[in-house]
């Protein structure tokens, strides 16, 4: 995210003045495609209208092959993800190591930096926003609504972009 200040954009700040990057935590994640386009997956009802139907992009299987990677590539626990059609979230868990306050900060920003990366060299093109949005899941409560909110997200895209019979 960029902020707008005496005729510059500024980057805002991912990391939390007061919060301790050292301890065991989880993070939500979320990237966007480059101009939000719907490039990753198709989400659609299924014939009998009881199921949210996600089928990935060639783009789309790129993100999956990378992401499938990141728990033995980054050290952390991936909990679980959807790659949407023009986004993609995840929530991973970095476990406590006893390093620096820095650990999980570099470990998210290397992870999600180095995924997109990854995506836009297999598909020979830039396909990414340059920011990504995290939060963190610190008790189990933002827990559990973060892993809900990744569950429901395809239902929840399909009543907000009109492809779901609207109930008055």
């Given at each position: 995210?960029?902020?707008?200040?005496?005729?510059?954009?500024?980057?805002?700040?991912?990391?939390?003045?007061?919060?301790?990057?050292?301890?065991?935590?989880?993070?939500?994640?979320?990237?966007?495609?480059?101009?939000?386009?719907?490039?990753?997956?198709?989400?659609?009802?299924?014939?009998?209208?009881?199921?949210?139907?996600?089928?990935?992009?060639?783009?789309?299987?790129?993100?999956?092959?990378?992401?499938?990677?990141?728990?033995?590539?980054?050290?952390?626990?991936?909990?679980?993800?959807?790659?949407?059609?023009?986004?993609?979230h995840m929530m991973v868990t970095v476990p406590y190591?006893?390093?620096?306050?820095?650990?999980?900060?570099?470990?998210?920003?290397?992870?999600?930096?180095?995924?997109?990366?990854?995506?836009?060299?297999?598909?020979?093109?830039?396909?990414?926003?340059?920011?990504?949005?995290?939060?963190?899941?610190?008790?189990?409560?933002?827990?559990?609504?973060?892993?809900?909110?990744?569950?429901?997200?395809?239902?929840v895209w399909l009543r907000d972009n009109g492809a779901?019979?609207?109930?008055?």
């Open positions: 995210m960029r902020t707008y200040v005496k005729g510059y954009y500024i980057k805002t700040q991912h990391r939390l003045k007061s919060f301790d990057y050292s301890s065991k935590n989880s993070y939500f994640l979320t990237f966007n495609t480059k101009d939000n386009k719907r490039i990753l997956s198709e989400i659609k009802r299924s014939d009998d209208g009881l199921h949210t139907l996600l089928t990935l992009t060639p783009e789309g299987e790129a993100v999956d092959y990378f992401i499938r990677r990141i728990e033995e590539s980054y050290g952390v626990e991936l909990d679980a993800y959807v790659i949407m059609p023009n986004h993609v190591h006893g390093a620096s306050e820095t650990q999980a900060d570099s470990v998210i920003a290397r992870l999600v930096r180095s995924t997109k990366t990854l995506v836009s060299k297999k598909l020979g093109r830039q396909i990414w926003q340059d920011d990504y949005y995290d939060v963190i899941a610190d008790t189990e409560k933002i827990y559990d609504r973060c892993l809900d909110y990744i569950r429901d997200n395809p239902g779901e019979p609207q109930i008055e």
